[in-house]
């Protein structure tokens, strides 16, 4: 039986290098001042909190204030969000956050964001770089679920509770139709909106973006193993050369790193390859003992290859550069393949 397919139009737009291998995390997360200047019209890309058109880290700092962390990142600058603004008030080291895209129409990057436990989630508006000057605006979500070869799913079946308490990741994952942005008739670069990738009673589910700073219904069950609560969901852009977004996975176990891609075409992506999160293994691991947090924002190497990032229990902040093969559009490679990740010299 054929089964209606949502349109998935809704998600286009009328569209650091770090040289370092570790750098200080403390209260002002110390770190060297960039080499040169940005451009004067950088083009959007996913990942980019400031407008530089360079993707950005954010980390809590020993304050608990959001900062942008890495080569390039002021110490003395304000805090990008500060203590109070994080949902529960305990400060960013305690809550989920991420940052990739926008739910709403802007070309940078918006803040989510979600306490452990907590029955919100909250979307927090880029002004300037800095995400706490207006009040954060509630996420509401999905309320039908569908499988990911959209036949119908009952979500009680899938465990899949009506409110975001027993959600446990949550990342911002880009276009699932694409990443590259459009150029409207008025010359103006605009990304495509992003989505949201989360784990709910180990399950993987993909919330589409809506109306304006929404999700939309249905959730799509990415996969039914109720094992990814054994790993550390990363969204690091496109690296499995095509423009569809990649997910990545760290195993909480042993470090090993997974890569999942979309197939399909934008018009009827396919997401057969997320069903299990020990499939997809890439080369290098990184120890969750010993960099209990990890993550990427794309390329912050400079040579067009998305790198992994982590931070170690003295807080520091240290590169993996991803390995394989940078776009080249010279010779039809237009996207970025990423086989393995080695530690940044």
């Not at 739910?103 to 800095?130: C, K, M, Q, T, W």
């Not at 979500?155 to 590259?180: E, K, L, N």
């Not at 095509?242 to 176990?253: I, Q, V, Y």
Request: glycine share 14%; hydrophobic share 40%; proline share 9%.
């Amino acid at each position: 039986m054929r089964h209606f397919r949502p349109a998935l139009h809704a998600f286009r737009r009328p569209a650091a290098v770090l040289s370092a291998v570790a750098l200080a995390l403390g209260a002002g997360l110390l770190a060297a001042p960039g080499a040169a200047a940005a451009p004067a019209a950088p083009t959007p890309v996913f990942g980019d909190v400031d407008g530089d058109g360079t993707p950005d880290v954010l980390l809590p700092d020993s304050a608990g204030d959001l900062r942008r962390a890495g080569p390039g990142a002021d110490p003395a600058a304000p805090a990008n969000a500060r203590f109070p603004s994080a949902p529960g008030g305990k400060g960013w080291g305690e809550v989920q956050f991420t940052h990739r895209g926008s739910l709403g129409y802007a070309n940078v990057d918006e803040l989510i964001a979600h306490a452990p436990g907590g029955s919100g989630l909250f979307l927090l508006r880029n002004d300037g770089g800095v995400f706490d000057g207006q009040g954060p605006s509630l996420v509401q979500k999905p309320s039908a679920c569908v499988r990911a070869d959209w036949s119908s799913l009952p979500c009680a079946d899938a465990g899949y509770g009506s409110d975001w308490s027993a959600v446990t990741q949550v990342v911002a994952f880009g276009s699932p139709i694409g990443d590259s942005g459009q150029v409207t008739g008025t010359g103006y670069y605009a990304l495509p909106r992003t989505s949201l990738v989360f784990v709910e009673n180990g399950r993987l589910w993909l919330a589409l973006a809506g109306a304006t700073n929404q999700v939309d219904d249905p959730a799509i069950l990415l996969s039914d193993s109720t094992r990814w609560d054994d790993y550390d969901l990363i969204a690091p852009g496109r690296a499995r050369g095509t423009d569809f977004p990649t997910l990545w996975a760290r195993s909480k176990h042993d470090g090993s790193l997974h890569a999942f891609g979309i197939g399909g075409t934008p018009d009827n992506p396919e997401f057969s390859a997320f069903a299990d999160p020990s499939q997809g293994l890439l080369s290098g691991t990184v120890d969750p003992a010993a960099y209990p947090r990890v993550g990427s924002d794309g390329d912050l190497t400079g040579d067009g290859v998305p790198d992994l990032w982590a931070v170690d229990a003295q807080q520091r902040l240290v590169v993996w550069k991803g390995t394989g093969t940078a776009p080249d559009p010279a010779s039809g490679t237009a996207y970025p393949t990423v086989t393995g990740v080695v530690p940044a010299a």
